[in-house]
């Protein structure tokens, strides 16, 4: 069983810069490819990035590429997703995702999720 706890989510302004942290627990993650997912209020989850355990694989959402890069550091276990020019249609609660099947892309093909953390951008 693996555990994900997502940090560095906050409030920032239009332009600004986070940049996200997923720790893992549980098992070794450093063998499962890691994305992440954001959903907005009403909205369905929608796909943001994902890194192969290597870092050789690297897919992006249309909407985040060239902004949001993906990293990992498997000595230290965590995935990274630096987001830069942030805009006020990316508020959302971002999520961690690991391990998963077919795709990628598709929320349903991970076996593993953190509980989430906001990130709210104000115009």
């Known amino acids: 069983q693996v555990q994900l706890v997502e940090s560095g989510g906050g409030l920032v302004q239009a332009g600004d810069s986070l940049r996200l942290s997923c720790t893992a627990s549980g098992r070794t993650f450093s063998s499962d490819s890691g994305g992440w997912f954001r959903q907005a209020p009403g909205k369905e989850r929608e796909f943001v990035a994902v890194i192969s355990w290597s870092s050789s694989t690297i897919f992006y959402g249309d909407s985040v590429k060239d902004r949001f890069p993906i990293s990992r550091d498997n000595a230290k276990k965590p995935v990274y997703l630096q987001m830069n020019s942030l805009k006020p249609e990316g508020t959302a609660v971002y999520y961690c995702?690991?391990?998963?099947?077919?795709?990628?892309?598709?929320?349903?093909?991970?076996?593993?999720w953190g509980q989430g953390t906001q990130v709210t951008v104000s115009s």
């Open positions: 995702a690991a391990d998963p099947a077919g795709s990628w892309l598709n929320p349903d093909d991970y076996a593993y």
